[in-house]
């Protein structure tokens, strides 16, 4: 199910967070109790369509549904950006910037700002090879994305962004080490 933050169905295309029953969705939390106690919700008959109700796993990610029931992945609830009353996407503006083919990594996060909430702040590397400058890569976003999705700035790492255990970019940590710095 696509639910809405008051736990009503989104209508088709309208982004929601991804809510899942079944039998093998909770094995990640196995002995979790915080994390069971985070994420397991019960659903009213009205949202599962059951007699009874029922309890469901709150994913945190958002999605969007299409009219043949297809997911779309928007990103997750704790990575999205808050700028200017906006919820943004990281990974539609990290899309956005490997569309110009100049960049190996990209990492799209929200750093604190007085007037916006946050500011998007755009961390890449350029492939092998290729000299960048951050002006090319603004100026595919102005093409693409609606002005408040626009980033702030963009910094050019010469070595890759950092990655969690997974293995995955660590946005959180590049944006705990850019909070100090954009301000200034």
Known sequence: ????????????????????????????????????????????????????????VWSGDTVRMDEEGFLYFIGRRDDMIKTSGYRVSPTEIEEIIYSTELVAEAAAVGVSHPVLGQAIVVVVVPRQGVSLDADTLLSACKQALPAYMLPALVDIRKNSLLRNPNGKIDRKSIANELKYSFME
């Open 1 to 56: 199910m696509v639910l809405r933050e008051d736990g009503s169905q989104c209508a088709p295309g309208e982004p929601g967070e991804l809510v899942h029953r079944g039998p093998l969705v909770s094995m990640g939390y196995w002995n979790d109790v915080e994390k069971t106690s985070a994420c397991f919700r019960q659903l009213s008959p009205r949202q599962s369509g059951l007699t009874i109700p029922e309890i469901a």
